[in-house]
């Protein structure tokens, strides 16, 4: 359990949460763009006007 200590140490806990909050934006904002995408690709499948 040597491990867990050393993450749960104040200064390397610092130095992860800014790290897991950046990577978790870019995810969010990662899935939310494929979503649109996706969204568009089907009404154009669908004959619609995508920009509409």
Known sequence: MG???RL???A???LL???VA???AY???A???HHR???RIEKIKQGLDPDS
Request: no cysteine; aromatic share 4%.
């Open 27 to 29: 995810s969010v904002n």
């Open 8 to 10: 749960l140490n104040p």
């Open 17 to 19: 949460i800014p790290i």
């Open 31 to 33: 899935l939310k763009a």
């Open 3 to 5: 491990w867990l200590e």
């Open 37 to 39: 995408h996706q969204e």
């Open 22 to 24: 950046i990577v978790g």
């Open 12 to 14: 390397t806990l610092a």
